[in-house]
């Protein structure tokens, strides 16, 4: 398992969430979020759309399984400049 903080304001835009969930379902891996002490699974719609309330700037992602390494990178990469 990988967990990584990743700073979410480091773009001039917001990902756009539908961006977020479609590339969280594009690896095998399991991906949640951790917020305001909520444990968001990454793939989920509606977890996400009804849990996810960052107050920071960034968020604790934990990535577990087969490919968690590449979606840990392609994750980070989306929220770079």
Known sequence: ??????DT??????????FL?????SFLCDI??????NR???KNYDEML??????????LFF???KDEQAAQQK???IFQE
Do not use: D, H, W
Request: glycine content about 4%.
């Open 50 to 59: 009804k849990k996810l309330r960052p107050r920071g700037r960034s968020l």
């Open 32 to 37: 949640y979020i951790e917020c305001n002490e």
């Open 40 to 42: 968001i699974n990454a």
């Open 9 to 18: 304001c480091r773009r001039c835009t917001p990902v756009p969430l539908s």
């Open 1 to 6: 398992m990988i967990a990584k903080q990743i």
């Open 63 to 65: 990535f577990n399984g």
């Open 75 to 77: 994750i980070e990469k």
């Open 21 to 25: 969930i479609n590339t969280a379902n």
